[in-house]
């Protein structure tokens, strides 16, 4: 399976997502913000990290890159896209996803391990993991808080589209401590702490994260 | 020269940590007259001679699509000499 990892200007984290597809399984391919192709992948990866210098809002600018115009797309025919914290914030100013992330409740930038729990396993991108099960993550980022209206909370909670929740204490004011969420269609995915960077022991707080990239070679296959 | 402003807001019902920050700020510095603080961006856009409707127009709908996300905040577009 062919999983695109977009670059931005001033994203972070394509590596490790790329790493990360390859301990799961797949084949990580790289893609390039002005790309107008998305190279035959079969699902793509949004990482984090500042794109564009997070100037005006997170991933304003980013949505309107060329590539951003060929994933709108593909999501639109159900090609399965993740977005991980500046990739979730992208999705969100795209459209692809509702609501908005915004700045932390207490205003600090977090940097931590987290424990979530994945609440909605049945997107291609979490059937690796146990229904309610509990992992814990790198959640790094300073404008994290999910914020939407009353109506699309309803929406979201209704349709069990809240694909995980931060487990005790709301580490940065998210509403009904949304740490990730689907679309209708439940292909796209965004998620604020960081799978990729927990794919080993080694190098992580645990090799929980790997899950997202074990899924999605598992939703291809069938 | 005129100038088109557009000033956007957090919505009133969207948390406003900087502006609560900046709240709390005050009374520490001795300024007393703050019941809130709201903390917005304003944006100054200088075009040629008097803007036209049309011009309007368009920076009415680039305030929808990028100056603002619609989602979480409100946007005021006004012609400033």
């Known amino acids: ?25 797949s084949e990580a391919v790289s893609l390039w913000h002005a790309d107008t192709d998305l190279k035959n992948v079969d699902a793509v990866i949004l990482p984090g990290g500042f794109s564009y210098g997070d100037y005006l809002r997170c991933g304003a600018i980013s949505r309107f890159a060329p590539v951003m115009q060929l994933v709108i797309e593909a999501a639109g ?3 399965p896209v993740l977005g991980i914290c500046n990739g979730f914030q992208v999705l969100c100013e795209s459209h692809l996803l509702p609501g908005a992330l915004t700045r932390n409740s207490d205003l600090h930038f977090l940097c931590r391990d987290q424990e979530i729990e994945i609440v909605n396993n049945t997107t291609p991108w979490t059937s690796s993991y146990k ?35 931060y487990v005790g204490q ?24 960081h799978p990729e960077h927990a794919i080993n022991e080694l190098t992580g707080p645990s090799a929980q994260g790997l899950g997202f990239f074990t899924s999605i070679l598992n939703a291809m296959v069938k | 020269m005129a100038k088109i402003v557009v000033d956007v807001m957090l919505k009133p019902e969207i948390l406003d940590p900087q502006g ?22 304003r944006f100054e856009i200088e075009v040629e ?9 368009e920076v009415e709908k680039a305030a929808e699509v990028l100056l603002s996300n619609p989602v ?10």
């Open chain 1, 1 to 25: 399976m062919r999983v695109g990892v977009i670059t931005f200007p001033g994203t972070l984290d394509d590596r490790d997502a790329a790493r990360a597809v390859v301990a799961g399984g």
């Open chain 1, 77 to 79: 025919k159900g090609m």
């Open chain 1, 131 to 165: 229904a309610d099960e509990k992992i814990v993550i790198p959640l790094k980022n300073g404008e994290g808080s999910f914020q939407c209206d009353d109506t699309t909370l309803a929406e979201l909670e209704g349709e069990g589209r809240i694909i995980a929740r």
């Open chain 1, 170 to 193: 709301n580490p940065n004011g998210s509403r009904n401590l949304i740490a990730g969420i689907t679309n209708a269609r439940g292909n796209v995915v965004g998620l604020m702490p």
């Open chain 2, 20 to 41: 609560n920050a900046v709240a709390s700020a005050l009374p520490r510095l001795g300024f007393s007259f703050a019941k809130s603080v709201r903390q917005g961006k």
């Open chain 2, 49 to 57: 001679g008097e803007p036209t409707a049309a011009q309007l127009a």
């Open chain 2, 72 to 81: 979480i905040e409100n946007y005021v577009v006004k012609v400033e000499k």
